[in-house]
């Protein structure tokens, strides 16, 4: 089977888990079997671009004609079987499903934001969830309120990419939904149920479980809708030393706000960004990972991280972090689930903190102070109740093998119906 997976990746300097996970997907897929060929583009390449090439910038997000000739010289030479796409901003555009079509080539979508409406991708703005374009044939509050990289202009150039190319969505052949939470959106936008398949992403298996370590893991952007304000005020509702240590990773604006926490209080440390060995040791020396999205998060990849180390996590309920810790499946009959498990090991038998759900893997509270720091004592003293559930959760859901397999099969489901040319 020859694949092509395409994928525009952030700068470096803006830490993507998604360039991660495309990565890891492509190693993945190559150990395999698969034959991959990767239609890579780099927003870094851009600074290094000729006077012409950025001259065409403004019009790439619709159209990029440099990418559809270079594609249309790949599927002519290698004729794969499916066009895998991630990312196609800015210098691939969404214009790439209609070269593929046209060169009789199924195309497959991983779903990794709310960019098929909203201009950011993310649906929040100024500290809170936004969903103003939802349901509008052009996203005019994106252009007013600058949502996409604070420009006016850019706004209004994404939201007309994204007015132009709604049809163009409306003929991916299949979208993989990371979550049920996307399967949800997608539907929403009027993409058929028979069109979309969810599949989580997968990280390498770090090997069996060490013994778990002390306090709490937070790796993720330092950027507020990644939470990490949310979670300062939340730790500082509890005398120092009474959790244990947080250790903060990452980077971001709101690095100042971590370093003053550190500066303040000695069980804050902050670790900077960290390398892959670096991430491993980190969640490693932590019994609970916090997610504290403030935004619906898609798949945090610190969750599979955690899992996979068997370790709980603690996270907001919102997006896709229910599903990923097992939260928003039908509750188990009382007594017999890990609920009551958790709950007598994390408060002696006492009932759970109101506010505070248990997962297979962990908890999910409101995105709000007070109710994460009412979590935060019963995540550290249910941790060790929880470690089984969390590595055998990452076995049967996001372990490469299996992860791997479901996308395989998908593909060989395209291969197999009529071209589009």
């Given amino acids: 089977m020859r694949i092509v997976v395409a994928h525009n990746r952030y700068r470096e300097a803006q830490p993507s888990g998604e360039n991660i996970i495309v990565d890891s997907e492509i190693a993945q897929l190559t150990a395999a079997g698969v034959e991959v060929l990767p239609f890579i583009r780099s927003s870094d390449e851009i600074p290094s671009m000729s006077k012409v090439a950025k001259a ?4 790439s997000p619709i159209w990029a004609p440099r990418a559809q000739h270079d594609l249309s010289r790949l599927l ?23 070269t593929a079509h046209r060169h009789g080539v199924p195309v497959v979508q991983t779903v990794h934001n709310y960019r098929q409406v909203c201009s950011s991708g993310i649906y929040f703005r100024d500290g809170v969830i936004c969903q103003d374009c939802k349901g509008r044939a052009l996203g005019v509050p994106a252009i007013k309120h600058r949502c996409y990289r604070d420009s006016a202009a850019q706004s209004a150039l ?21 979550t049920s939470a996307i399967a949800d959106h997608l539907r929403d936008y009027g993409i058929p149920d028979e069109r979309v398949v969810v599949k989580p992403n997968s990280m390498p298996d770090p090997g069996r479980p060490t013994p778990l370590g002390d306090g709490f893991l937070y790796l993720a952007r330092l950027s507020p809708e990644k939470g990490v304000d949310l979670l300062l005020d939340a730790w500082r509702r509890h005398p120092v030393g009474t ?6 990773a990452g980077d971001g604006e709101l690095r100042p706000l971590v370093e003053a926490a550190a500066a303040e209080r000695p069980d804050v440390v902050y670790l900077g960004q960290l390398d892959r060995p670096g991430v491993r040791a980190a969640v490693e020396a932590s019994a609970v990972v916090i997610v504290a999205s403030m935004w619906h998060d898609v798949l945090p990849t610190a969750i599979i991280e955690a899992l996979a180390s068997g370790r709980p996590v603690l996270g907001t309920a919102l997006g896709g972090i229910p599903y990923l810790v097992g939260a928003d499946a039908p509750h188990e009959p009382a007594g ?10 994390a408060g002696g038998g006492s009932p759970m903190p109101v506010g505070v759900g248990l997962g ?8 709000e102070p007070a109710a994460l720091a009412a979590a935060l004592p019963v995540a ?11 590595r055998a959760r990452y076995e049967r859901m996001f372990h490469p093998d299996v992860v791997t397999r ?6 060989a489901g395209l291969a197999r119906t009529p071209n589009h040319a």
């Fill in 56 to 59: 065409l910038l403004p019009i």
């Fill in 76 to 98: 002519t030479e290698h004729r794969p079987d499916v066009l895998h796409l991630h990312n196609p901003y800015p210098l691939l555009s969404p214009w790439v499903v209609r």
């Fill in 158 to 178: 994404m939201a007309t990419t994204l007015a132009v190319h709604r049809g163009t969505w409306r003929s991916v052949d299949r979208y993989i939904a990371l």
């Fill in 243 to 248: 959790l244990g240590t947080l250790r903060v």
């Fill in 336 to 345: 017999t689930g890990p609920a009551e498990t958790a709950s007598a090991v």
């Fill in 360 to 367: 297979e893997a962990g908890w999910v509270v409101a995105p």
């Fill in 380 to 390: 550290r003293a249910g941790a060790s109740g929880l470690t089984l559930a969390a």
């Fill in 406 to 411: 479901q996308l395989i099969d998908i593909y």
